[in-house]
Every structure is written in structure tokens, then in C-alpha cells.
């Protein structure tokens, strides 16, 4: 089966960087995806990581550790706009299993 | 970005009556569609994987003779939930694949559609 973890709620302020981790167990591995998803809305798609390591996009980055089976998003300058849950999402056998999500809520 | 829509984006029904929500990928093609299932403020759930021209893959636990997913086309994935219960009330999201030759590729999701069961 799969298994993915991640906090439940993070607050942070309005210029801050935030940490959002995830570990998993999985029968098999192909990547990490991460996603943002807006209350009432559709996710969409942050980042994805296949190799371990850093990938940055703009104020996003993803880290990977296979060998942890453990991987994080980092968002650098918050935005309230950055308000919304956030997911990892294991890619498997041409699939897509997601984590419990992660609320973020950022303050003024 | 790709585009994927889903219709309708809400709609409410009585118990016991069946439900189609369509997913469209509209400016590519889709050989893989997937459908989820989230509850308010948990996580989207895989119910199934829509191959285009084959039967859909169902996850375990999910009835596939009441959640009926046909891939009629490579741009076309209906999911049919049917004899609607109030427990079958949820937010019911598509997304698209495109295909790939190895490797990893985005999935694109659809708006969503909200199923509330009366």
C-alpha cells in the first residue's frame, strides 16, 4: 500500500519561509509531486522530484531523499495568496497517491 | 498549461437517481484520465484510472458497479455515480495524463464538480 505524511496545519507570517515535509512508504517510487490547492479549487501542479536533491522554481523549491523516503517544499517570501493546502503525491506505477495535505496559513 | 475541463461544476440530486460528470481534456490528448474523490478538508483520494478503450482500473475498496467510468474517446472520460446516496456527497475531481514515452509527466486536473445527494 501507500503511506504519506505531512503536518496537518502551518502558520507562518507574510515574508517568512516555510517548510512543508512529507514522508512516505511506498511499494514502489517513481517521484514526488507536489501540489497547492485553493479552498474550492482544483490542484495544481508545484513541483516534481525523480532524483534526489533540490529543485527550485521561483519562491518554490522541492528536496528529495530517497534513501529517507522523505521529501519537503519550501516557499521563500510568503504571499497571503499562499494561503491553501498543500500536497505530495507519490508517482507509482502510473499513478498518483497523495499525502494527507497541509494547510497553510499565512498572516499579516 | 493544458486545459482540462469537468461538467457540470456542481449538482444536486435526489437519493437514488445517477449522476454523469464529464471530463474533457481540451487541448491534448489523453490515453490515461484519472478520478478523485475528496471529502472537505481531507485528501484527494484515487477512486480509478480511465484508459481510453479499455475498462478503467478501479482502486481497492471502490465499487466499480456504482462509480461507472466509461474512456469513450481520447479526449472524453465520464463517470457515472450511480443510485446517488447522501454518503456519495463529495467533491469529484478528474485529471488528465498525457501520454509519454518513459518517464514522468504533469497531470492536469479538471475544475472539480460538486455531488450533493439529497
Known amino acids: 500500500g501507500q503511506s504519506l505524511e505531512q503536518p496537518s496545519e502551518v502558520t507562518a507570517v507574510e515574508g517568512a519561509i516555510v517548510q512543508i515535509n512529507c514522508t512516505y512508504q511506498?511499494?514502489?517510487?517513481?517521484?514526488l509531486s507536489w501540489y497547492q490547492q485553493h479552498d474550492g479549487g482544483a490542484p495544481t501542479f508545484l513541483s516534481y522530484n525523480a532524483l534526489d536533491g533540490l529543485e527550485e522554481t521561483g519562491r518554490f523549491s522541492s528536496f528529495l531523499s530517497r534513501s529517507d523516503s522523505y521529501g519537503y517544499l519550501l516557499l521563500q517570501e510568503l504571499q497571503m495568496k499562499d494561503s491553501a493546502s498543500y500536497f505530495c503525491?507519490?508517482?507509482?506505477?502510473?499513478?498518483?497517491?497523495f499525502g494527507s495535505g497541509t494547510k497553510l496559513n499565512v498572516k499579516p | 498549461g493544458a486545459v482540462v475541463s469537468q461538467h457540470p461544476s456542481w449538482v444536486i440530486c435526489k437519493s437514488g437517481t445517477s449522476v454523469k460528470i464529464e471530463c474533457r481534456s481540451l487541448d491534448f490528448q489523453a490515453t490515461t484520465m484519472f478520478w478523485y474523490r475528496q471529502f472537505p478538508k481531507q485528501s484527494l483520494m484515487l477512486m480509478a484510472t480511465s484508459n481510453e478503450g479499455s475498462k478503467a482500473t478501479y482502486e481497492q475498496g471502490v465499487e466499480k458497479d456504482k462509480f461507472l467510468i466509461n474512456h469513450a474517446s481520447l479526449t472524453l472520460s465520464t463517470l457515472t455515480v450511480t443510485s446517488a446516496h447522501p454518503e456519495d456527497s463529495s467533491f469529484y475531481i478528474c485529471?488528465?495524463?498525457?501520454?509519454?514515452?518513459?518517464?514522468?509527466?504533469?497531470?492536469?486536473f479538471g475544475p472539480g464538480t460538486r455531488l450533493t445527494v439529497l
Open positions: 485529471s488528465a495524463y498525457p501520454p509519454v514515452s518513459g518517464g514522468y509527466n504533469e497531470q492536469f
Open positions: 503525491a507519490v508517482y507509482n506505477f502510473n499513478k498518483f497517491y
Open positions: 511506498t511499494s514502489g517510487f517513481y517521484g
